[in-house]
């Protein structure tokens, strides 16, 4: 079975600060992103704390150091467990990918990339990864453990299968936050949507699930591996693409919040693309909203990537200061 390390350009530095006690494993071991603290927040709770505090008395963590409990959530490599970290008891989310699966698609580069950009950020709105171990079989992902569901899931139970304008602005708002934070980092998530989006305390939005990020110098890239509904045209047109991807991605969650629909939805993936190449997007008048919503939408959701609002201005728009 295969093993895969992860850089983490600050480790040697970390590894310096952190205590001398080592969980000594011939099969599992860990490598621990950096306890950045390049924002400060007053939103992280005891658990956060706590969890923050065991990854830095250990280099390295085993499945012995757990308690698992209940299952959460299930994907196409693996399955999401809540689990409790004997040392600290404090609870987290466990997600275990099984190498199996991760080779037959060929996703080991994917998601060594996941782990190498997620366990660096540390962002009020975006959801925490304390660290990861690995054995023969299996990787394991320790994160923060949000109490709230993904936000379809969430949408899906409202009775009328959508968000209130007050309440959809606040998500784009705190969405806009995210992106500013990893955009200032030279990061692209390029795969933002409800699905990826959870709730933690207080209604706080975190952005979660970084498998598809990308980190590069220039935030110049191109190319795609599949074809996904959120995705901006340029990425479907296979041209050079930047940060401006996730401003479309912002739009098109916007849209979604508050009509309960999907903008581009289609019968199949040939006609999805047609639909985003031409920016076929209609309002629906069952579903009716206000003219900034509107206003707000159709200028993220745009062709040209040099005409979409920046986030500063998404910010500054009307519909997010008339809800804040």
Not at 9 to 36: H, Q
Request: charged content about 30%.
């Amino acid at each position: 079975m295969w093993y895969f390390n992860v850089k983490t350009t600050d480790l040697l530095e970390e590894t310096k600060r952190m205590s001398s006690a080592v969980l000594k494993s011939s099969t599992e071991r860990m490598e621990r992103a950096p306890d950045t603290k390049d924002h400060d927040s007053g939103e992280n709770d005891e658990n956060n704390r706590n969890a923050e505090n065991s990854s830095q008395e250990k280099k390295q963590w085993a499945l012995s150091d757990f308690s698992m409990g209940k299952k959460i959530a299930k994907g196409s490599f693996g399955i999401v467990y809540s689990a409790k970290e004997k040392h600290q008891d404090v609870v987290v989310a466990m997600k275990i990918l099984f190498k199996t699966e991760i080779a037959k698609t060929e996703m080991k580069q994917q998601v060594r990339k996941e782990i190498e950009i997620h366990t660096h950020l540390n962002h009020p709105n975006i959801l925490r990864m304390y660290g990861w171990f690995q054995d023969e079989k299996r990787i394991f992902m320790v994160m923060e453990l949000a109490p709230g569901r993904d936000l379809l899931t969430i949408m899906n139970n409202i009775p009328i299968k959508r968000f209130s304008e007050p309440v959809a602005a606040s998500y784009v708002s705190q969405l806009t936050e995210a992106m500013k934070y990893i955009h200032k980092k030279r990061i692209i998530h390029r795969d933002v949507k409800l699905e990826n989006i959870v709730l933690g305390k207080d209604n706080v939005l975190k952005l979660t699930d970084f498998g598809w990020a990308i980190h590069t110098p220039t935030c110049k890239s191109f190319g795609i591996s599949k074809v996904r509904g959120n995705m901006a045209p340029e990425m479907l047109l296979n041209k050079p693409y930047d940060h401006a991807v996730d401003i479309w991605a912002i739009g098109v969650v916007g849209f979604h919040l508050i009509t309960g629909m999907f903008p581009f939805f289609a019968r199949d993936k040939e006609h999805v693309v047609k639909k985003i190449t031409n920016v076929e997007i209609e309002f629906p008048d069952q579903r009716p909203c206000s003219d900034d919503a509107r206003d707000l939408i159709s200028k993220l959701i745009v062709f040209d990537p040099a005409k979409r609002l920046t986030l500063g201005q998404i910010s500054k728009h009307e519909w997010i200061l008339k809800n804040r």
